[in-house]
């Protein structure tokens, strides 16, 4: 296919061509892969690099590097290798000869170990750098030492701060070893945030007033911010809450469930410090959540299943998209089974690799069943649907935008539904307000388990 750019694709590649360690900031649907690949293609044409690496989510790095590259005349020399699979078979594929080698984020401190820290490629592009926001990570203190081999590093994501800026130390270190934002995220903290604790740990960081400016004015140099709806002419995309009602036998067991739930957990987590809390009290959030969906596991992962509200209103979303395919994202792998249960008539798939992927794109397929987690980046699939229904939404504000833009994104010809099924009277609700409330997954978490302790007279923290 010949390539015609946009100006704005123009200039995100002229961006990477001009600055060395950069970021692009893009939204989604603006086509960072295409104009980092043509800016690496121009580079190597010129003689200016050798191989690149791109350190990508799993699934991204399975299909869209390569997809995208075999997608574009001007591409069509470019060698691709997939960094993926064993060990055995991983080492195999840095032994190809190619120009950009593609490895799963998940693989890179291996990768990084295998080389000592000296990375033998020109480039690293970090494709969704907030994939290294946590300076405590692994894969950061990888990166930390890698970076500085590279003599070219380019950060993509379309949402660098969805938590809010503190965020941003770790990314850009990536890019620029500290230059912008200082040497340790501790310095920036104390710079540019007031911070709260609990415990004497930092459990919530507010940019100071007039900081904010600052720090976009200190990484505006190298860093490229471009927002869809400043160059996209995309079709609507209309978010529907969806109040799914239980019978009165089945609500009232869920009352006393989660009372159940909220008093043992009170009992097994008092005195934990906030941090620790957030992370239990997802464990909480998650046992509810599976209530309101309608089955439970037990402590032998056993499943037991308790009503059918959420299913039934799904088949119903199926059948009034009358013939037009349907994206399903679910929560828990028993959600997998009892919809494809319950929707046994309909062509369903689940999501597991690029051969999903061209079915659904091509047609083949009525409802396709996926992860988030496995599918908010990156993945080209708005050529096969314009109907998303969340079985479960979750809490993670960027999950949740990153997966609809999976259908709401350039070359997307109908306006987008989003069903999102909420549990009327249960947990889904304070899920569903903290999404459209655009607050960070950890504050969430312990602004539900407070709502959760205060409903059943239990003492929360009080965060």
């Known amino acids: 296919m010949k390539y015609s750019p946009y100006d704005y694709q123009r200039t995100a590649t002229q961006w990477i061509l001009d600055n060395p360690r950069c970021g692009l900031f893009l939204d989604m649907g603006l086509g960072k892969t295409v104009s980092t690949l043509t800016a690496i293609q121009e580079m190597a044409d010129n003689c200016e690099i050798g191989k690149a690496l791109v350190i990508a989510p799993k699934k991204v ?3 869209t590097w390569s997809t995208e590259a075999a997608k574009w005349d001007h591409l069509r020399g470019m060698r691709v290798s997939k960094v993926m699979g064993a060990e055995r078979q991983r080492k195999m594929a840095l032994q190809e000869d190619a120009d950009v080698y593609v490895i799963g984020r998940d693989n890179f401190v291996w990768l990084a170990g295998l080389y000592g820290g000296v990375l033998p490629f020109d480039v690293i592009v970090i494709d969704e750098l907030t994939s290294f926001k946590n300076s405590k990570s692994q894969r950061f203190k990888a990166m930390k030492i890698a970076t500085k081999s590279a003599a070219r590093v380019i950060g993509l994501t379309g949402t660098p701060a969805p938590n809010g800026l503190i965020d941003l ?4 270190y990536c890019i620029d070893m500290g230059r912008r934002l200082g040497p340790s995220v501790t310095r920036y903290r104390e710079t ?6 609990w415990n004497n740990i930092v459990v919530r960081c507010d940019v100071k007033k007039g900081c904010d400016d600052i720090i976009h004015g200190k990484i505006a140099d190298i860093c490229l911010s471009m927002q869809a709806r400043d160059y996209l002419q995309l079709p609507e995309m209309m978010v529907h809450t969806v109040k799914v009602e239980m019978s009165p036998a089945v609500k009232k067991a869920y009352e006393r469930f989660e009372r159940e739930k909220v008093l043992e957990f009170k009992e097994q987590h008092d005195g934990e410090p906030a941090n620790v809390l957030a992370n239990s009290a997802a464990g909480l959030m998650n046992k509810l959540a599976q209530y309101s969906n309608g089955a439970v596991y037990d ?18 979303i199926v059948e009034a998209a009358n013939g037009s395919s349907v994206l399903v994202f679910y929560q828990f792998k028993h959600d997998i089974d009892r919809i494809q249960r319950r929707l046994k008539g309909y062509r369903v798939e689940v999501y597991r690799d690029e051969r999903q992927l061209l079915d659904w794109n091509a047609g083949r397929i009525d409802v396709l069943l996926a992860h988030p987690a496995s599918t908010a980046y990156g993945l080209n699939m708005q050529q096969g ?4 229904a969340w079985f479960g939404t979750g809490w993670d504000l960027e999950l949740f935008q990153q997966a609809n833009a999976r259908l709401h994104r350039q070359g997307q010809a109908h306006p987008v539904t989003v069903y999102k099924l909420v549990g009327a009277g249960t947990v889904d609700e304070r899920a569903s307000e903290s999404l459209e409330g655009k607050k960070a997954k950890q504050q969430s978490l312990l ?11 239990v003492a929360g923290p009080g965060l």
């Open 192 to 197: 540019y945030f007031e911070t709260h604790r």
């Open 447 to 457: 602004d539900g388990l407070n709502y959760l302790m205060r409903k059943h007279d």
């Open 299 to 316: 402590e032998a992962h056993e499943v037991h299943e308790i009503h059918s509200e959420k299913l039934d209103r799904l088949a119903e």
């Open 61 to 63: 790095a399975e299909t």
């Open 385 to 388: 649907g314009h109907y998303i």
């Open 169 to 172: 130390w770790a990314q850009m």
